[in-house]
């Protein structure tokens, strides 16, 4: 069976004609192997793949021998969405992680909760590389690779056992005050400017109404509110729900003061 991105108008069809009829019988999962639309709380997973066995869903979320697949629609950027499977594959302790918008496939690699690209490709390339993919998520490589994961990470258990590692605390600066006009905005961005020109890494969170300190950075260049494409991916979406939105997907860089000056804000 061949693929052919045009034939997929929708994330429907994205899941039913490249996921089910193509991508899973060619990695060698039946279905037997694989649940569709899986909730685990606030996550929802368009596919949960399992190598070795379709199990029980269960309580607790430990999948390490399994492939998480998000269908998305082809008009769809895939970027938008990265963040997010990044974060199931973590929660769920997931191995690997297919992202897919017919147009785009991308897959990624959990390993200790580190995760990475690890392959690309375009959608009209799928099936010349459909052994190259094979290699990775295939399931009966992705069972060797887990049988050799389990052996290595109790060897690591062993060597690591007496080891100190370091940790990297982040250190939290709040300024606040009732009363507008006392400098808050003035404060925090130039404190900003003078850890970040040290090296440090800076955060700024900006959580008053006004959003002045976005302006000051100059994350808002709209003049007409249709136009505002942060209202509705910022701080108060984490907030609402972290399991949708993360830190890292509503954050923007922004330079100000001095172009090598990077520093995330959120709103």
């Known amino acids: 069976m061949f693929f052919y991105p045009k034939l997929c108008r929708n994330e429907s069809e994205v899941e039913t004609k490249l996921i089910v009829q193509y991508l899973l019988p060619k990695l060698g999962y039946s279905s037997d192997f694989w649940f569709q639309e899986v909730a685990f709380g606030s996550i929802r997973l368009d596919f949960l793949v399992f190598a070795v066995q379709k199990e029980l869903l269960r309580a607790e979320r430990n999948f390490p021998c399994s492939l998480v697949i998000e269908a998305k629609h082809p008009n769809q950027n895939l970027d938008n969405h990265v963040g997010r499977l990044k974060r199931y594959l973590t929660s769920l302790n997931v191995q690997y992680g297919l992202l897919t918008n017919s147009k785009d496939l991308r897959i990624f690699k959990n390993l200790n909760g580190n995760t990475n690209l690890i392959f690309r490709c375009s959608g009209q390339d799928i099936e010349s590389k459909i052994e190259e993919i094979k290699l990775i998520i295939g399931r009966n490589n992705l069972v060797l690779k887990f049988s050799e994961l389990q ?35 003035t404060t925090v961005v130039n404190l900003a ?75």
């Open 151 to 185: 052996d290595q990470n109790k060897t690591n258990l062993q060597i690591n056992h007496n080891l100190q590692t370091k940790k990297h605390f982040m250190k939290v600066i709040a300024v606040y005050h009732n009363k507008g006009g006392v400098g808050k905005t």
């Open 193 to 267: 400017a003078a850890l970040s020109k040290k090296g440090k890494r800076v955060l700024v969170i900006d959580l008053d109404s006004q959003a002045n300190t976005t302006f000051a950075t100059g994350l808002i260049k709209f003049d007409d509110e249709e136009l505002d494409d942060i209202k509705d991916n910022n701080i108060l979406q984490v907030l609402q729900s972290e399991d949708y939105f993360s830190i890292e997907e509503v954050a923007r860089k922004s330079q100000f003061s001095d172009p090598r000056l990077m520093l995330y804000l959120l709103i």
